[in-house]
Structure formats: structure tokens, C-alpha cells
């Protein structure tokens, strides 16, 4: 199952919004097969796997691994259940069942009528884990939430400017590169009034391979000017003229969005934290200090999961 999780990985970009699935093939404590998600739309890592098999014979002797529940609805590709059912293979390990609606129970339950033996459980919070984003959309009716911002060694995440001044520059070249891949990692991305106003930012993912992320703004008093570069034709954006993070969560919802991140400012960000509509945070820590500024918002130290040094600066990361 392990090996399944790593395998999974391999489908981060192409595989959202579907989950990111695994599966190996061992027969006589050897494997003789792997696959993955690669794409949606495309095969299944169930499928992938039962097609590396160079001796489909062996299949009827085999136990199949996978991280997240068989499919046993159409949909873009036939059920994977019925493929497994027709390859005879006796033995199925599933890491975690499937909180789809359409799944949920019923790929082990069509396995299981058919004479398959299926074991459910194996590093289940790892394979969940692997898939939080899936989860927390099917689970909670809301995207995974992702908080991230850049903060001075004194706690500012900005100095005091006119309008007309760049932003501190609290990130260096490498760090602003890895933010890119948590973009390339989102499919939206939220900013509020004043930072699209006053750091007229892009929000595009142009330092790492893969999608644009669905760029969303929140103009209550519809008071943001179309010269800004939100508004420009290098990726698709939404305006929301409301404030309340639980409606434009639900809007997220309906629209299929699994995965938000929030970049800004200091206002948004701290809603986000006093509402308690956030999953995961990162915060990166500059080696300058700006003696005042925006204060930047602050979580218990108790919520942090892990820190590393990256390029010089610390880099923290919470969970809630």
C-alpha cells in the first residue's frame, strides 16, 4: 500500500479533480504490475495496472492493492470493478473507501457479491491523506482550504507604503518558485480588495508547469478597475461582491473546486483563521525584518506540523 501512495503522486497534475489513485499487482509475493491515475478522463490506476501485466494469467492468483475504493459506476471509463471481476483476480487490499456518492461503498460491496475477497483499511489516514482535497470536497461541501503568506522576521507581512510603492520583497527567487507549484496545485486562488488595489497581482502560475488556477477577487463595492492584471486574458478570474467566506466556499462547492488557495491580505487571511474555514497553512519566514508595517496574521504553535530551512527562510507549515 505504500508503494500504491507513491504511485499515486505521480498523477498531481493531471489527475484533479479526480482523486489520486494507485494500484499494484502481487502474486506469489512479487509484483507483476503497477499503475496510477494519470489524467481525468483517462484510465484508472486499477486499469493501468491490470494492463502492465505482461502474464494476464497470474491475474487469477494475485492480490490487488489500490489506495482508494474500485469505482463501480460509469462514468468516463467503466467501473473498475467489473474489469477486476472479469480478470478473475481472487484477493483486493483497499486503502480507503470512496466518499463519492456514486462510489461510497459500492465497488467493495459489487466485489464482494462476485466472490472477491476485499480487505478495507490498510494505512487508510495515509491513503486519506493522500487525497484530502477529494475528501474535504465530498465530505465537508467546500474546498480544501490552503492559507499562505510571506512575513517579515519581525512579523509584518508588508511595510507601511503609498499606494503607488512596490510590496516588500519577502520571498526570494526559489521560494516564489515553490509557490508557484502550490498554485499549479490549486484551481483557485483568492485575494481581497486591497491586494489586488495595491500589489496588483497576477496570480498566475508562470514558474511551474501545469494549469492556471481559476483567480477569484473580492470586490464588495465594486470599486477594482479593469486595467488591473486580474483582469487581463492570461487565465480566468471571478469577482465575488460578498464578504462571507461560508457563501463563496458554497459557490466554490457548486462550481467543483476542490482546492483554494488564499493568498491576501492580512484582512482575508485572518478571516479565513477566526472563522475556522482553513485546512492547512504555510507561512514563510524572511531573514529581514521591516521595524513596522502590516502585522502579519498569527496561528498557534501548537497547529504547526512540520518547519524546514529553504534558501535561508523558515518555512512553516499548520494544519488544523
Avoid at 496570480?203 to 481559476?214: A, D, E, F, S, Y
Avoid at 483567480?215 to 470599486?223: E, N, S
Avoid at 484582512?267 to 508595517?293: H, K, M, N, P, Y
Wanted: with cysteine.
Amino acid at each position: 500500500m505504500q508503494r500504491c501512495i507513491q504511485l499515486a503522486q505521480f498523477g498531481e497534475a493531471g489527475a484533479p479533480p479526480n482523486p489520486l489513485v494507485g494500484a499494484v499487482i502481487v502474486c506469489r509475493g512479487r509484483i507483476i504490475g503497477e499503475g496510477y491515475h494519470r489524467r481525468c478522463g483517462g484510465p484508472h490506476a486499477e486499469v493501468n495496472a491490470i494492463r502492465s501485466v505482461s502474464d494476464q494469467s497470474l491475474l487469477s492468483q494475485s492480490t490487488l492493492y489500490v489506495s482508494l475504493e474500485p469505482c463501480a459506476h460509469y462514468g468516463k471509463t467503466p467501473p473498475c470493478a467489473d474489469l477486476i471481476i472479469e480478470k478473475g483476480i481472487p484477493r483486493v487490499v483497499v486503502g480507503c473507501i470512496d466518499p463519492f456518492a456514486k462510489v461510497c461503498g459500492l465497488g467493495i460491496r459489487k466485489l464482494r457479491e462476485a466472490g472477491v475477497e476485499v480487505a478495507v483499511g490498510a494505512l487508510e489516514d495515509e491513503c486519506r491523506r493522500l487525497n484530502r482535497r477529494f475528501f474535504t470536497f465530498h465530505e465537508k461541501q467546500r474546498p480544501w482550504v490552503t492559507l499562505k503568506w510571506a512575513q517579515s522576521r519581525d512579523g509584518f507581512i508588508d511595510r507601511l507604503r503609498r499606494d503607488d510603492e512596490a510590496p516588500a520583497q519577502l520571498s526570494t527567487p526559489f521560494t516564489q518558485m515553490l509557490v508557484h507549484r502550490l498554485r499549479a496545485c490549486s484551481q483557485a486562488i483568492l485575494v481581497g480588495t486591497q491586494t489586488a488595489l495595491r500589489d496588483n497581482p497576477s496570480l498566475t502560475n508562470r514558474l511551474w508547469p501545469g494549469g492556471q488556477p481559476l483567480r477569484l477577487v473580492i470586490d464588495r463595492h465594486g470599486i477594482l478597475p479593469p486595467t488591473l492584471r486580474l483582469f487581463d486574458d492570461s487565465a480566468p478570474t471571478h469577482v465575488y461582491p460578498t464578504g462571507d467566506l461560508t457563501e463563496i466556499l458554497s459557490d466554490l462547492h457548486q462550481r467543483g473546486i476542490q482546492s483554494l488557495l488564499v493568498e491576501g491580505g492580512a484582512r482575508l487571511l485572518r478571516s479565513f483563521l477566526e472563522q475556522g474555514l482553513w485546512d492547512e497553512a504555510r507561512v514563510e519566514t524572511a531573514a529581514i525584518s521591516l521595524g513596522q508595517g502590516v502585522r502579519a496574521p498569527e496561528i498557534p504553535l501548537s497547529l504547526m506540523t512540520r518547519e524546514e530551512v529553504v534558501d535561508g527562510h523558515k518555512i512553516c507549515y499548520f494544519a488544523l
